[in-house]
């Protein structure tokens, strides 16, 4: 193996750009994945309660007409969820209220629940029908189909 004035042979040398190539391959997957997931990353304390609100747990559903999103909402109320939607985008916020008494482990946490989603495909959001029940939240979003395509003349 051949080495340079510092020292460094060629081996070592292939090693560190691999390295660097790994670690920058990483990074963008990394980025890649916060960018379709979002940030899922929650500081977390001595006693492992979150201090952010928790990542609501979902399933996606698609039928032939609709996309249907069931959100995991535990000790939320039906009045304190906010719920957006866009095209192509749901958004869920929802508050839970604290229980009287000393807890010695809280899992479920207090501080509520958030949930942003991109949807796969965009849905008409003026006909889109929501129910809680159960500490489950049921979305329906039409979805937005083209039937037929409109011919343009061109001149």
Same mark, same amino acid.
């Given at each position: 193996m051949?080495? $340079?004035?510092?020292?460094?042979? $060629?081996l070592e040398r292939v090693i560190g750009r691999a390295a660097v190539e790994a670690a920058r391959m990483s990074?963008?997957?990394?980025?890649?994945? @916060?960018?379709?997931?979002? !940030?899922?990353?929650?500081?977390?304390?001595?006693?492992?309660?979150?201090?952010?609100? !928790?990542?609501?747990?979902? $399933?996606?559903?698609?039928?032939?007409?609709?996309?249907?999103?069931l959100v995991a909402l535990?000790?939320?109320?039906?009045? @304190?969820i906010d719920l957006r939607v866009t095209e192509d985008s749901l958004y869920v916020d929802a508050k839970a209220t604290p229980r009287e008494g000393k807890y010695l482990r809280r899992?479920?946490?207090?501080?509520?629940?958030?949930?942003e989603i991109k949807l796969p495909i965009e849905v008409k959001q003026e006909q889109v029908k929501a129910s809680f029940k159960d500490g489950i939240l049921e979305v329906h979003l039409?979805?937005?189909v083209v039937v037929n395509a409109q011919?343009?003349?061109v001149d």
């Open positions: 051949k080495s $340079d004035s510092s020292g460094i042979s $060629d990074s963008q997957a990394s980025q890649a994945a @916060k960018k379709i997931l979002g !940030d899922v990353s929650s500081e977390i304390n001595e006693i492992g309660e979150t201090k952010s609100s !928790d990542l609501a747990p979902i $399933d996606l559903i698609e039928t032939e007409d609709e996309l249907i999103v535990p000790g939320a109320s039906k009045e @304190k899992e479920m946490g207090t501080m509520g629940r958030k949930r039409p979805k937005l011919r343009v003349q």
